[in-house]
Every structure is written in structure tokens, then in C-alpha cells.
């Protein structure tokens, strides 16, 4: 059984830094992918960053492109996302997903739905 743990959220001033970790145990790295996803209150829940376990690919969402970087930790089975220079649009509930990359690709989907098995969230705020 897949499990995914997030940690690392809290609150910062806009142009504050902060790094999520998740933890994810049980999950076969060869075609799958895992996201950060990011949700705020009344709004749907939206792809931040995405990494391929066996490929290495990585994607951003285009507004956190050059602020934002995932990577991973095989040895450890964790994920990050380190976040720099945050402004207030990027406070929300932060997620961490895991599912099947596009077969045949190197590519991840970034569509949630696409995602089986999701982390609790850890949240983000960014004050002005």
C-alpha cells in the first residue's frame, strides 16, 4: 500500500523560502510519477510540479517556473519542493500525489484525477 506523508509547510512573508518534504513508502518508481498539487480554499486543486521517478523529468506549473524546485531522494523515498520567493497567491493547502506516468513517454499527467494515491496536505501561508 502506497503511503504519502507531507511536512515542511508554515507561514512566511512574501519573498520568504520554505521546502516541503513527502515521504512517499510502497510505491514502485519504475513509469510513475509524483506531484505537488496545491489547493486554496474554494478553489480546485491545481498541479504545482511533477517529477518522473525513472526519468528524472521534471515540470513546473508556469507561475512558479524559476521559483520553485522539485527533486527527490531515492535513498530516502522523498520528494521536495523547494519554494523561493513566495507571494501571497501562493498560499494554499499543499499535496503531494503519487500515480502512472503517461505510458510510453517520459511525461507526467497533471491532471489530479490522474493521481491514486494522495499525501494529508500540509498548508502554506504567505503573508503580504
Known amino acids: 500500500q502506497v503511503q504519502l506523508a507531507e511536512s515542511g509547510g508554515g507561514s512566511v512573508q512574501a519573498g520568504g523560502s520554505l521546502r516541503l518534504s513527502c515521504v512517499a513508502s510502497?510505491?514502485?518508481?519504475?513509469?510513475?510519477?509524483i506531484g505537488w498539487f496545491r489547493q486554496a480554499p474554494g478553489k480546485e486543486r491545481k498541479w504545482v510540479a511533477l517529477?518522473?521517478?525513472?526519468?528524472?523529468?521534471?515540470f513546473y506549473e508556469e507561475s512558479v517556473k524559476g521559483r520553485f524546485t522539485i527533486s527527490q531522494d531515492h535513498a530516502k523515498d522523498t520528494v521536495y519542493l523547494q519554494m523561493n520567493a513566495l507571494n501571497p497567491e501562493d498560499t494554499s493547502m499543499y499535496y503531494c500525489?503519487?500515480?502512472?506516468?503517461?505510458?510510453?513517454?517520459?511525461?507526467?499527467?497533471?491532471?489530479?484525477?490522474?493521481?491514486?494515491?494522495w499525501g494529508q496536505g500540509t498548508q502554506v501561508t504567505v503573508s503580504s
Open positions: 500525489a503519487a500515480g502512472s506516468g503517461i505510458w510510453g513517454s517520459t511525461y507526467c499527467y497533471s491532471s489530479p484525477g490522474r493521481y491514486d494515491y
Open positions: 510502497g510505491y514502485t518508481r519504475v513509469g510513475n510519477c
Open positions: 517529477i518522473r521517478s525513472d526519468s528524472e523529468g521534471l
